[in-house]
T-cell receptor, first 113, second 111 residues
Framework: GAGVSQSPRYKVAKRGQDVALRCDPI?????LFWYQQALGQGPEFLTY????????KSGLPSDRFFAERPEGSVSTLKIQRTQQEDSAVYLC???????????FGQGTRLTVV | QKEVEQDPGPLSVPEGAIVSLNCTYS??????FMWYRQYSRKGPELLMYTYSSGNKEDGRFTAQVDKSSKYISLFIRDSQPSDSATYLCAMSADTGNQFYFGTGTSLTVIP
């Protein structure tokens, strides 16, 4: 597609439920980032992939968070046993090989109740 | 201390005004600088991208980077109500490195 696509756009989860958030990158973009954005804050880094390799996961807040990109294209961010503090917008961004301009998707707004 | 500092505002200006948005940073390794515009309930949209120091102009938008002062700016000329949004600065040290964002400045342009 023309841009970064994320699904679902909105997700309401009961506390303790597992969720999976999907990111479809811009075709050919090798770098993929996941960010978490709390209300009124800037995005905070979660993890980074170059193709299928997860090169940096230092921003994942706990071992309940897991991300994968098995074929170097679509990526999934999984959150196990969701907690209320996980409520945020989860943003995916991708970059091409030649520069560091990052293009973002619309995000998935997760609400844990 | 956060890597990137940005005044959250809110900033309110009349239509046609020149808007100045700024960020400061602490990491001298940063060399890629970006400005994003984010409308409510939307993802950030890339406005300007600058490598190292200097100025870059695109239509009504001008980005400035002063690495010696660790200070970046975005100027919006002839501001329009459609410019009302949150503006985020972001920066990174190298290709493939994570981007560090400011908290965003909320801008309202009043018709």
């Amino acid at each position: 597609g023309a841009g970064v696509s994320q699904s679902p756009r909105y997700k309401v989860a009961k506390r303790g439920q597992d969720v999976a958030l999907r990111c479809d990158p811009i075709s050919g973009h090798v770098s993929l980032f996941w960010y978490q954005q709390a209300l009124g804050q800037g995005p905070e880094f979660l993890t980074y992939f170059q193709n299928e390799a997860q090169l940096d996961k230092s921003g994942l807040p706990s071992d309940r968070f897991f991300a994968e990109r098995p074929e170097g294209s679509v990526s999934t961010l999984k959150i196990q046993r969701t907690q209320q503090e996980d409520s945020a917008v989860y943003l995916c961004a991708t970059c091409g090989t030649e520069n560091t301009e990052a293009f973002f998707g619309q995000g998935t707004r997760l609400t844990v109740v | 201390q956060k890597e990137v500092e940005q005044d959250p505002g809110p900033l309110s200006v009349p239509e046609g005004a020149i808007v100045s948005l700024n960020c400061t940073y602490s990491n001298s390794a940063f060399q890629y600088f970006m400005w994003y515009r984010q409308y409510s309930r939307k993802g950030p949209e890339l406005l300007m991208y600058t490598y190292s120091s200097g100025n870059k102009e695109d239509g009504r938008f001008t980005a400035q980077v002063d690495k010696s002062s660790k200070y970046i700016s975005l100027f919006i000329r002839d501001s329009q109500p459609s410019d009302s949004a949150t503006y985020l600065c972001a920066m990174s040290a190298d290709t493939g490195n994570q981007f560090y964002f400011g908290t965003g400045t909320s801008l309202t342009v009043i018709p």
